[in-house]
């Protein structure tokens, strides 16, 4: 059974950092792309950032650009993200997920299949 399992949210200070973990599970993470999504409330769920099977990253959000980076563990089979110099409008619930295509590269939401349960991150003083 294929399973994404997040964690590492919380509630943060604005200026400080928070680094959430997406585990997988049933299957091996490395040929598939894994996107990190958030949703704030009120707000439609946005794709933020995505590494490939082949590694390569491509962030969709330009306000995360030089705070947030992607990268996975292949040995602990998990994709962290990291998140520097939050604010309060990063405060969302946020999401991986994989496409589930084989060598696949990352693409638009819709390609995106199975998901995890979300970690609800807030910043604020």
């Known amino acids: 059974q294929v399973q994404l399992v997040e964690s590492g949210g919380g509630l943060v200070q604005p200026g400080g950092s928070l680094r959430l973990s997406c585990a997988a599970a049933g299957f091996s993470l490395v040929p598939y792309a894994i996107g990190w999504f958030r949703q704030a409330p009120g707000k439609e769920r946005e794709e933020i950032i995505c590494?490939?099977?082949?590694?390569?990253?491509?962030y969709y959000v330009d306000s995360v650009k030089g705070r947030f980076t992607i990268s996975r563990d292949i040995a602990k089979n998990t994709v962290y993200l990291q998140m520097n110099s939050l604010k309060p409008e990063d405060t969302a619930v946020y999401y991986c997920?994989?496409?589930?295509?084989?060598?696949?590269?990352?693409?638009?939401?819709?390609?995106?299949?199975?998901w995890g349960q979300g970690t609800q991150v807030t910043v604020s003083s």
């Open positions: 997920a994989t496409t589930l295509k084989l060598y696949g590269p990352c693409g638009t939401p819709s390609s995106f299949t199975s």
């Open positions: 590494i490939s099977s082949s590694g390569d990253k491509t």
